[in-house]
C-alpha cells in the first residue's frame, strides 16, 4: 500500500490502494497473438512488445539480450511511428491514463465550476447552469466522434453507430443535475467516464468496429431537487414520466412546463412521449456512480458492482395552525405548527429507528426481519416555515420526508403508519395536517448477467493496474441506499451498475472526493466492459 493520506471529511485515515503495476521482471520472448483476457481480445505483436520492453525498462539490473536489443529497437520503431493506433500516446500500455484519469478529472473539475450557486455548486433541472453545462457536455461528446442532439427533456444524447450495428443499443449514464451545495463527482462522474471510454475507444479505431450502438446520455435531472419529483430526464426516457407532471410546480409556483417552454421546449403530452424510447431498441443500460457511502473504502477496494437499489418515498407534509403574535397569544390557546412537526420529525426517527417497536408484519415471528429492515432509513431534509420571523407563531409549517429500504413493503408500511401518526398527532395538537406523495420508486434489482460482466471487467482492469488485486478479495457486491438513473431505465430494460469509492463516504456535500486514480479505474472497467461487450474482434 502507498502512505495514506487524511479524510478532510471525517478525520479518518485514507489509504489508498495498491500503485500501478510493475510489469513482471523476467519476460520471456513475448508470445505472439496471445490471448488476453483484458483489455482488447486479442495480444497482438506490438503489444506484446510493448510488455517485453517495459518490463525491460522497469528492470535496469537485467542485462538485455542481442534479440531482445533488436527486438526492443524495431518495437520502438513502430511505436514511434504508429503512436496512435498503438494508442500509445495516450499512456502508452494500454491503460490510456491520459484520457481516462487525466483529462477525466480536468473534466470534472470543469463541470463542477458550472453553478448557478456563487461559492457552491447547484445545478438543477434546465437552470441557466445546467444550459451552459448542457454546451460543454455536447462538446466532449463531440471530441469522443460522437453524434449528439438534446431532447425535449433536456437530456444530452451522444451516440456512435457503426454500419454493422444490431439495432438494441448499450446505454451508458448518469445525471447532469445536482443538489444544492454539491460535491462535484455525484453524476458527472458516470457522465465523463463514459465520454472518455468512447473517447478510447474512437482514438483507437474500436468505435468503427462496434457490434451495436452505444449511445452516453447526460440526464437532466435525477435529484429531484427543484420539482420534489425525481428522474425527469430517465423517467421520459423510460417512457414511465406521466403527462402531468408538466404541471407540477416548484417553491415559486413555476411549474415543469414553463421551465421546458421557458427553454424552448414544446412541453406538451407529444413532446414528452418523442423522448421514450422502445424497448426493442435498448439492449442494456450501464451506470457509473459515486458509491456515496463508506463500503469501498472500508474495504480499501476501488470499485465495486451494484446488487439493487433502495425503493424511495418522499412525501411533503403541510401543517397549518394559527398565525399570531409571539408575545400576546398564551401558550395554551396556541396552535402551533412548529411544535406539530418537530414532534413529527422525531415521530418519523423512532419510526425508522426502532421499527421492530411499532410496526407487525412478518407472520412467524410478528415482527419484520432484519433482513427486511436492512437499508431503512428516513429524512427530513427540508423544513419551510411562513412568515418565517421570530416574533412570528407560524401559520405554516411544510417539510419533505424521504423514506428509503431495500424491502418494498417495509417502505410502504413506513408511509402508511407514519401518515395515521401525522393524523393523529395534528388532531391531539388541534392543527390541520395533510400528507402528500411525491414520488415513489420500487426497490430495483440489477440484472445478474450485466452484474457479472461488470465485475469481470472490473477485476480484469484492476489486475491490469494493480500489482495484485486489493487484498485478493472478490469484487465487492453492494446494495445502494441512494437512489439512481438505472431505477428509471430498469423500467425500460436491464441495468448494471459499478460503484466507485469517495472519501469517507461523504456525498450531498462539497466534500465529496474520489481520489484520482479511482477515477481513472472506473474508466478503464467501464471501458473493458464495453470492449467486451460491444466491440468486434478484429
Ligand atoms: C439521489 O442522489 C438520491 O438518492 O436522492
Ligand atoms: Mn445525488
Ligand atoms: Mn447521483
Known amino acids: 500500500m502507498s502512505g495514506g493520506h487524511r479524510c478532510k471529511a471525517s478525520g479518518m485515515t485514507h489509504v489508498e490502494w495498491p500503485a500501478i503495476k510493475q510489469r513482471p521482471c523476467a519476460p520471456a520472448t513475448p508470445p505472439v497473438g496471445r490471448e488476453e483476457p483484458e483489455l482488447g481480445h486479442t495480444h497482438t505483436r506490438a503489444q506484446s512488445g510493448r510488455q517485453a520492453a517495459m518490463a525491460l525498462l522497469s528492470c535496469p539490473r537485467r542485462h538485455p539480450s542481442i534479440s531482445h536489443l533488436i527486438f526492443f529497437s524495431v518495437y520502438l520503431l513502430f511505436a514511434t511511428i504508429l503512436p496512435i493506433l498503438d494508442g500509445l500516446a495516450l499512456g502508452g500500455d494500454g491503460l490510456y491514463r491520459e484520457i481516462l484519469r487525466d483529462e477525466t478529472v480536468l473534466r470534472l473539475k470543469e463541470l463542477g465550476k458550472i453553478s448557478d450557486g456563487e461559492g457552491y455548486l447547484e445545478r438543477t ?22 453524434t449528439t442532439w438534446v431532447d425535449q427533456m433536456g437530456n444530452i444524447h451522444g451516440r456512435f453507430e457503426s454500419a454493422n450495428s444490431t439495432k438494441d443499443a448499450l ?18 462522474l458516470g457522465i465523463i467516464c463514459a465520454i472518455s471510454a468512447l473517447k478510447v475507444l474512437k482514438v483507437t479505431g474500436k468505435l468503427q468496429r462496434l457490434t451495436r450502438p452505444v449511445e452516453v446520455i447526460a440526464f437532466s435531472d435525477e435529484e429531484g431537487v427543484r420539482f420534489q419529483t425525481t428522474f425527469l430526464g430517465s423517467a421520459a426516457v423510460a417512457g414511465t414520466l406521466p403527462e ?5 410546480s416548484d417553491k415559486s409556483g413555476t411549474t415543469v412546463q414553463d421551465v421546458l417552454k421557458l427553454n424552448s421546449f414544446e412541453a406538451t403530452s407529444a413532446s414528452l412521449g418523442q423522448v421514450k424510447y422502445s424497448p426493442e431498441s435498448v439492449g442494456s443500460y450501464v451506470e457509473v456512480h459515486i458509491e456515496q457511502g463508506p463500503v469501498l473504502e472500508a474495504l480499501h477496494y476501488p470499485l465495486g458492482v451494484v446488487k439493487g437499489i433502495a425503493g424511495q418515498t418522499r412525501l411533503k407534509v403541510i401543517v397549518d395552525g394559527s398565525q399570531g403574535h409571539a408575545g400576546t397569544v398564551p401558550m395554551k390557546l396556541r396552535r402551533d405548527p412548529m411544535v406539530a412537526a418537530a414532534e413529527l420529525v422525531l415521530t418519523l426517527e423512532r419510526l425508522c429507528k426502532e421499527p421492530n417497536k411499532f410496526l407487525t408484519y412478518d407472520e412467524e415471528c410478528g415482527c419484520f426481519t432484519e433482513e427486511s429492515l436492512a437499508g431503512l432509513v428516513c429524512t427530513v431534509g427540508e423544513l419551510l416555515t411562513w412568515p418565517s420571523a421570530s416574533n412570528v407563531i407560524p401559520g405554516q409549517v411544510n417539510f419533505t420526508v424521504d423514506i428509503r429500504a431495500m424491502d ?8 402508511t403508519s407514519f401518515s395515521r401518526l401525522v393524523l393523529q398527532k395534528c388532531d391531539d395538537r388541534l392543527v390541520d395536517c395533510a400528507v402528500e406523495h411525491k414520488h415513489a420508486a420500487a426497490a430495483t434489482p440489477c440484472d445478474a448477467e450485466l452484474t457479472a460482466k461488470l465485475e469481470r471487467a472490473t477485476r480484469s482492469t484492476l489486475s491490469m493496474m494493480t500489482a495484485a488485486a486489493p487484498g485478493g478479495m472478490p469484487v465487492p457486491v453492494l446494495m445502494s441506499g441512494a437512489g439512481h438513473d438505472a431505477m428509471a431505465m430498469a423500467r425500460l430494460t436491464k441495468v448494471g451498475m459499478l460503484f466507485v469509492r469517495c472519501r469517507g463516504g461523504v456525498s450531498h456535500s462539497p466534500e465529496e472526493s474520489v481520489i484520482d486514480d479511482d477515477v481513472w479505474a472506473a474508466g478503464l472497467a467501464l471501458l473493458n466492459f464495453v470492449d467486451h461487450n460491444a466491440v468486434a474482434e478484429s
Request: charged residues 20%; negative net charge; aromatic residues 6%.
Open 244 to 248: 402531468s407532471i408538466l404541471q407540477v
Open 125 to 146: 433541472f434546465l437552470s441557466p447552469a445546467s444550459i451552459r453545462a448542457t454546451d460543454v457536455i455536447i462538446s466532449w461528446m463531440k471530441d469522443a466522434g460522437l
Open 408 to 415: 418494498d413493503k417495509v417502505r410502504e408500511t413506513i408511509v
Open 171 to 188: 446505454l451508458i449514464g448518469s445525471h447532469m443535475d445536482t443538489v444544492i451545495d454539491a460535491g462535484m463527482y455525484d453524476g458527472s
